[in-house]
T-cell receptor, first 112, second 112 residues
Framework: DGGITQSPKYLFRKEGQNVTLSCEQN?????MYWYRQDPGQGLRLIYY???????QKGDIAEGYSVSREKKESFPLTVTSAQKNPTAFYLC???????????FGPGTRLTVL | GQQLNQSPQSMFIQEGEDVSMNCTSS?????WLWYKQDPGEGPVLLIA?????ELTSNGRLTAQFGITRKDSFLNISASIPSDVGIYFC????????????FGKGITLSVRP
């Protein structure tokens, strides 16, 4: 089955801890993305990557970091510098930057 | 950045009614996409439009790519309770190597 997986579905962390969210795709897509969604809000772009070993900041990159060491994987680290990390995080991928994006099921992060 | 306008933020309809929502911009787009997000899940691509004037159906859903290339609409006919969710439009701006721009979404509620 081809698709995008995110794990875990729910994640709880204490304030001040860094946490890494996983995103894997087996669609052979070049581009991958991370979005943040807050209640009643749209999708806000955190980071995106067009190809392996390259990534660009989105609209709300502060307090987050990413890596793209493999085509299939684009993990997102929420650092302790992120002032309000509790949110629903969505990963997406597309064949190339200008193509339609396909989303994973999301990870709900709660920082206590 | 470029914006896609979706309004109102919320719509409430009776089961069995038709509903239409649109997405507008001041910029020209090469591609228009419509996504639906169920509560707690990632958005799913409903319809993709690639040509000005194109009209495409997917079951009870119909979407059109505006002739001016600055807008698109989505129509849902004979609504049912499972149509509840957030409907996002997205577009790819005219020009090379441009990632998708997303609207803020419309939350649809269907009263039985």
């Amino acid at each position: 089955d081809g698709g995008i997986t995110q794990s875990p579905k729910y994640l709880f962390r204490k304030e001040g801890q860094n946490v890494t969210l996983s995103c894997e795709q087996n669609l052979n897509h070049d581009a991958m993305y991370w979005y943040r969604q807050d209640p009643g809000q749209g999708l806000r772009l955190i980071y995106y990557s067009q190809i392996v070993n390259d990534f660009q900041k989105g609209d709300i990159a502060e307090g987050y970091s990413v890596s793209r060491e493999k085509k299939e994987s684009f993990p997102l680290t929420v650092t302790s510098a992120q002032k309000n990390p509790t949110a629903f995080y969505l990963c997406a991928s597309s064949l190339r930057l200008e193509n339609e994006q396909f989303f994973g099921p999301g990870t709900r992060l709660t920082v206590l | 950045g470029q914006q896609l306008n979706q309004s109102p933020q919320s719509m409430f309809i009776q089961e069995g009614e038709d509903v239409s929502m649109n997405c507008t911009s001041s910029s020209i787009f090469n591609t228009w996409l419509w996504y639906k997000q169920d509560p707690g899940e990632g958005p799913v691509l409903l319809i993709a439009l690639y040509k000005a004037g194109e009209l495409t159906s997917n079951g009870r859903l119909t979407a059109q790519f505006g002739i001016t290339r600055k807008d698109s609409f989505l129509n849902i006919s004979a609504s049912i309770p499972s149509d509840v969710g957030i409907y996002f439009c997205a577009g790819q701006l005219a020009g090379a190597n441009s990632k998708l721009t997303f609207g803020k979404g419309i939350t649809l509620s269907v009263r039985p």
